[in-house]
Nanobody
Framework: VQLVESGGDLVQPGGSLRLSCAAS????????MSWARQAPGKGLEWVSG????????RYTSSVKGRFTIFRDNAKNTLYLQLSNLKTEDTAMYYC????????????RGQGTQVTVSS
């Protein structure tokens, strides 16, 4: 299993970013996927998840309406569109592989850094 995140950057408050996660080594289309983040000095926080067939998307309350998760099963890629970014969104963002029936973590990537600062 390999999960490679990209797209993190330094952005001003109110800005936008799109994170990508290129997946390989497993049948991507069969698995639930998520994004999680870890801010400096804090624990890992689950951010958003999407079912294997795209019918179920979920968000933690602090990002609802600002972040959008989506996937392209033909490209084995997971995305997270971040909009109206706030300083409190600063964190390392991780791509998380779930199971075939739920979001329980089975693997995680190395992360991509998002820094929101003026």
């Amino acid at each position: 299993v390999q999960l490679v995140e990209s797209g993190g950057d330094l952005v001003q408050p109110g800005g936008s970013l799109r994170l990508s996660c290129a997946a390989s080594g497993f049948a991507f289309s069969q698995y639930f996927m998520s994004w999680a983040r870890q801010a400096p000095g804090k624990g890992l926080e689950w951010v958003s998840g999407i079912s294997n067939d795209d019918t179920d998307t979920r968000y933690t309350s602090s990002v609802k309406g600002r972040f959008t998760i989506f996937r392209d099963n033909a490209k084995n890629t997971l995305y997270l569109q971040l909009s109206n970014l706030k300083t409190e969104d600063t964190a390392m963002y991780y791509c998380v592989k779930g199971g075939t029936r739920g979001f329980t973590e089975t693997a995680r990537g190395q992360g991509t850094q998002v820094t929101v600062s003026s």
